[in-house]
């Protein structure tokens, strides 16, 4: 992986990335380099680790390197949403931004509300626990309250998931949590790093209804510790790729106009080419 500053003007061909930090864990450009070849566009899709105080300088540079646009990742949405003109309910409403398109202004947009849904898009609404309040989340929360489900949230700072509760309260009915064992759950969304990993996952599953799915939007190839631990244990599970590619291919389609190759972007991240 390069620095961002090392990108320079001469370089040809459709360019985009990913910027977050930390960000090498990122399946994006696996995925989306797989669907650039697909479509036969010449470019390239990179990963950029970024500081916070470089932000804008970053976003400038790639802009003036001719970068097409760039997803943004882990902490950057919220403070990116601020440097972007902000287009779509999802994105205003949130205040986060997953992907920008660059041109005489920075246009950003928010994918990963769309990605969230896609894979529960069939699904009847019901009651959902969120664990988690940082930019994921917000885009779970939104996406979840629009389309009829009812959430309740919790968070490991509790103050965050109440102010999360009661800015988005005029969506639809959100409750903040003091534990997360008080919630009657049909789906369990978690939207925090590496659930898995050091028994991060705040709920025993003993505690849930049999019928109560796990959707991790943590993602790993072959699938997070989570995921693993819900699969064996008999539950209904979604995995974040899922969502990955959802996201990746709106952002794609955003840029370029053309179709994603979903199929190919699954494949490409471990997935299988059809959805099941
Ligand atoms: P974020 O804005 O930094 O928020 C992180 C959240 O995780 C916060 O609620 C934070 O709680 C919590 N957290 C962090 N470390 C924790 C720990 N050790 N124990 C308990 N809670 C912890 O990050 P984000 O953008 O929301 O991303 C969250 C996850 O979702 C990441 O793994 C990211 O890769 C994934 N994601 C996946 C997709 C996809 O397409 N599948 C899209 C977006 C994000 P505090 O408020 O207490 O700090």
């Known amino acids: 992986m390069r620095a961002w500053r090392d990108a320079t003007r001469e370089e040809s061909g459709l360019r985009l990335a990913v910027i977050g930090k930390p960000v090498a864990q990122s399946l994006s450009p696996k995925m989306q380099s797989a669907a650039l070849r697909e479509l036969g566009v010449a470019g390239s899709y990179e990963a950029f680790e970024v500081e916070p105080e470089e932000l804008r300088d970053c976003l400038s540079h790639l802009a003036d390197c001719g970068f097409r646009g760039v ?74 309250l629009t389309s009829g489900w009812s959430v309740s949230l919790w968070n490991r700072t509790a103050e965050r998931a109440e102010e999360l509760a009661r800015r988005f309260s005029r969506f639809g009915s959100i409750q903040a ?67 990955l590619v959802e996201q990746g291919a709106l952002a794609l389609e955003w840029w370029t106009g053309l179709t994603a190759p979903r199929p190919v972007m699954r494949a490409a991240i471990g997935l299988p080419p059809q959805e099941i």
């Open 71 to 144: 997803n943004v990742t882990i902490p950057y949405k919220s403070p990116v949403a601020a440097l972007c003109e902000l287009e779509g309910s999802e994105a205003i409403e949130t205040g986060c931004v997953n992907t920008v398109q660059f041109g005489e202004k920075w246009v950003g947009r928010n994918t990963d509300v769309a990605g969230f849904l896609h894979p529960i898009r069939t699904w009847p609404p019901g009651e959902a626990l969120l664990i988690g309040a940082g930019g994921a989340a917000e885009a779970a929360a939104y996406a979840l």
């Open 177 to 243: 949590l003091v534990t997360p064992e008080e919630a009657s759950a049909d789906l369990v969304v978690s939207a925090i790093p590496a659930p898995g990993e050091e028994n991060l996952f705040p709920v025993r599953f003993e505690t849930l209804s049999r019928s109560a799915a796990i959707y991790d939007l943590a993602y790993a190839e072959g699938g997070t510790r989570l995921t693993r631990w819900a699969i064996e244990a008999g539950r209904r599970v979604v995995d974040g790729r899922e969502m």
